[in-house]
């Protein structure tokens, strides 16, 4: 596997892309979030229904959505515990009930689905969702 | 013999089995744990979990391509093409990865996670973060025959230390793990001790079947003090190569 950067409208975009001639090589990654959408990022505020804190992914379900639209249940794709404790969270940092706002990258499908840029947390600390998943590239507020 | 003698006959014997008992109970002493001291836990010198400010550089720790022979050069160069259109078109082919199957060697040596080193008296365990990875390597011991190698994700390891170099022979890597080779592959390395909290790791890999020449690079670890590896249970995920389409999903809600 390698890393792969590329430019677009000034901003860092990370891909871990699997490759024939790499595969010994520097990475150890899950999946590509080529799945998802960077280039068309949305801001959704909701109440989170679920936390699912586990490897290789943290799942945040919410019911909300995009500000003037109506309320979805919504899947949320983060990082993986490991990379979230060290860039600071903690896994009671989200919790049910809780009303956050994110920015997320929408999954392709058209489905309710999306990778986590960064989250407003209840107690109004921002956090992103590490390297891999690249910058939000929308102000979360 | 009298009473009196088979008596004293059996407390002596007594006597002799409790002293036998108490000096097999004895405590050893440590054996000695060789090298320099390298245990602890390491990272990329720019961790790529940080994320960065845009357009700011950020060096990366790249592999070159291996140096296959034909035809699995070609081969591996249009599974390159084939998963770089995928990405770019939004639709990544699913790996190993996805199915949670770790790298094995020689990439957990990669630092994407951390990893942590532990040196026990003739032996250097290696923990690799991601997929709870771990390799055992056996000090001082000779290298079992190819025939006799077992295929293993994390392979058979021995090493012996040369100053602050600890070199590393591995064999039995499991047919498709990693990139293509065949049972005679094998993975040199020579872990560096450049200070107390840096080490390198020189990579050489050979095989008489598959390679033109050797293939070789070097990865580099910092220490990240205090840091306790975290756990990692690959338990299900919502991420999945669909049977029909072979694509990738996301299954949704509850």
């Known amino acids: 596997m390698q890393l792969i950067r590329s430019g677009g409208r000034g901003a860092l975009k990370l891909a871990v892309v699997a490759t024939g001639l790499a595969t010994a090589g520097v990475a150890t990654a899950h999946h590509s979030f080529a799945m998802f959408d960077n280039e068309h990022q949305i801001r959704i505020t909701g109440t989170v229904s679920k936390l699912e804190w586990g490897n290789p992914h943290i799942y945040i379900l919410l019911n909300g959505g995009e500000s003037g639209k109506d309320a979805r249940d919504w899947t949320i794709e983060g990082a993986s515990p490991g990379i979230l404790n060290r860039i600071g969270w903690k896994?009671?940092?989200?919790?049910?009930?809780?009303?956050?706002?994110?920015?997320v990258a929408p999954i392709r499908s058209?489905?309710?689905?999306?990778?986590?840029?960064?989250?407003?947390?209840?107690?109004g600390r921002v956090l992103n969702n590490g390297g891999f998943a690249g910058p939000a590239l929308i102000k979360i507020d | 013999m009298s009473h009196s003698v088979r008596l004293r006959l059996v407390a002596a014997g007594l006597a002799a089995l409790v002293t036998l008992s108490a000096q097999a109970a004895a405590p050893r002493p440590v054996p000695k744990i060789e090298g320099p001291d390298f245990s602890g836990s390491w990272e990329d010198p720019y961790p790529p979990e940080v994320l960065r400010p845009a357009d700011s550089p950020r060096p990366v720790q790249s592999v070159p391509p291996a140096p296959l022979k034909e035809p699995w050069?070609?081969?591996a160069r249009e599974r390159q093409r084939k998963a770089a259109a995928a990405i770019a078109r939004g639709e990544p082919i699913p790996n190993n990865g996805l199915r949670c199957i770790p790298g094995g060697m020689p990439s957990?040596?990669?630092?994407?996670?951390p990893l942590e080193v532990l040196q026990?008296?003739?032996?250097?365990?290696?923990?690799?973060?991601?997929?709870?990875?771990?390799?055992?390597?056996?000090?001082?011991?000779k290298q079992i025959a190819f025939e006799e190698a077992e295929p293993l994700f994390f392979g058979h390891s021995v090493g012996r230390w040369e100053g602050n170099t600890l070199v590393v022979n591995t064999i039995g890597i499991k047919e498709g793990v990693g990139t293509v080779h065949s049972p005679?592959?094998?993975i040199d390395e020579r872990m560096v001790v450049t200070s107390a909290d840096s080490w390198e790791d020189h990579i050489t890999i050979t095989d008489p079947e598959y390679l033109t020449q050797p293939w070789s690079y070097t990865i580099k670890y910092n220490r990240r003090k205090g840091y306790k590896i975290n756990e990692f249970v690959c338990e299900d995920d919502r991420v999945y190569a669909d049977p029909q389409t072979g694509k990738q999903r996301l299954r949704t809600g509850e």
Not at chain 2, 121 to 127: H, K
């Open chain 2, 73 to 75: 050069l070609s081969q």
């Open chain 2, 108 to 113: 957990m040596m990669g630092t994407v996670f």
């Open chain 1, 91 to 103: 896994f009671s940092d989200i919790r049910q009930g809780d009303k956050v706002t994110m920015v």
């Open chain 1, 110 to 123: 058209g489905e309710s689905a999306a990778l986590l840029k960064e989250v407003r947390l209840a107690d």
């Open chain 2, 120 to 141: 026990s008296p003739g032996q250097v365990t290696i923990i690799q973060e991601a997929f709870a990875q771990v390799r055992r390597i056996y000090l001082n011991e």
């Open chain 2, 184 to 186: 005679r592959m094998q």
